[in-house]
């Protein structure tokens, strides 16, 4: 799995963060979120669907799924 993030997307919302915190985090001025980790372990893999599946922007992609 690679996380894939379209920054211009992205609404600062917060949930990629909350539900995937080992992959995904938001900057300080401007909640935008940031990917910590593109290729993440698989133990995160669930985490990191149902962020994706839950993004209101829909930012997230993930490749190889």
Known sequence: ???EFDEPKCVAAGQCAMIAPAV???RDEDG???VLDATPPEEE???V???AAVCPAAA???AGE
């Open 49 to 51: 669907r149902e962020a």
């Open 24 to 26: 995904f985090d938001q």
């Open 60 to 62: 997230i992609r993930l």
């Open 1 to 3: 799995m690679r996380v």
């Open 32 to 34: 935008v979120a940031i």
């Open 45 to 47: 893999h669930d985490a």
